[in-house]
């Protein structure tokens, strides 16, 4: 007959109580780990995952409207710096000359009346404004024009033109913002006097 396979034997060392209660406290631990990580781990990072979706999904809505509303006011802002380069601005026909006494301290004519409408500069001239609206609304796109005409000949002494854009913005708790060509400064109704009414040395 064959020898028969020879026989293991598992020979453990005996363990003090100190070596004991470690070895259990590890394995302990061990398995409280192994149970957090199979158990809880799936759920959280489910939720975690779903929050991070959420989020950059509701970024991307931000970002796509507030590129919207900015591209629509850049939209009407190009076509009022197209509209202002063909007309915008300050013309003179003729100038009129006035005694200094028709001045005030800043050099500015003292008797624009700016709430007479027609009359706002008194019985020797008409004042006439006009505004065309190209768009209505939020945003509106529109056109003023300012005009003085010598009531005696009724000839067109001088007129300005300048084009706007209001409104448009990503809403907010902010001002609106606006555009307008030429400025205000350069073409508004104090440029356009300015221009036309000259003081005497």
């Known amino acids: 007959m064959p020898n028969p396979l020879p026989t293991a034997y598992?020979?453990?060392?005996?363990?003090?109580?100190?070596?004991?209660a470690r070895s259990t406290s590890t394995y302990m631990r061990i398995s409280i780990d192994h149970s957090s990580r199979t158990f809880s781990s799936p759920g959280r990072m489910r939720g975690a995952g779903l929050s991070r979706t959420m989020g950059v999904s509701?970024?991307?809505?931000?970002?796509?409207?507030?590129?919207?509303?900015?591209g629509r006011k850049a939209y009407l802002d190009h076509q009022v710096r197209e509209l202002c380069a063909k007309d915008g601005g300050v013309k003179i026909f003729e100038t009129v000359t006035l005694s200094a006494e028709r001045f005030n301290q800043w050099g500015q004519i003292n008797f624009y009346r700016p709430t007479m409408g027609e009359s706002a500069l008194g019985p020797d001239y008409f004042f006439k404004?006009?505004?065309?609206?190209?768009?209505?609304?939020?945003?509106?796109?529109?056109?003023?024009?300012?005009?003085?005409?010598?009531?005696?000949?009724?000839?067109?002494?001088?007129?300005?033109?300048?084009?706007?854009?209001?409104?448009?913005d990503f809403p907010g708790p902010w001002h609106e913002s606006s555009f307008a060509c030429p400025s205000y400064d350069s073409a508004g109704i104090n440029a356009l006097l300015a221009s036309m009414f000259l003081k005497t040395n």
């Open 10 to 20: 598992l020979v453990m060392e005996p363990m003090n109580a100190n070596e004991l």
């Open 58 to 70: 509701l970024l991307l809505v931000v970002v796509g409207l507030i590129a919207f509303f900015e």
């Open 129 to 168: 404004q006009e505004i065309t609206y190209y768009r209505r609304g939020n945003p509106e796109m529109s056109r003023s024009t300012y005009e003085v005409i010598r009531r005696m000949d009724k000839k067109l002494l001088g007129k300005t033109v300048i084009y706007g854009r209001g409104g448009g």
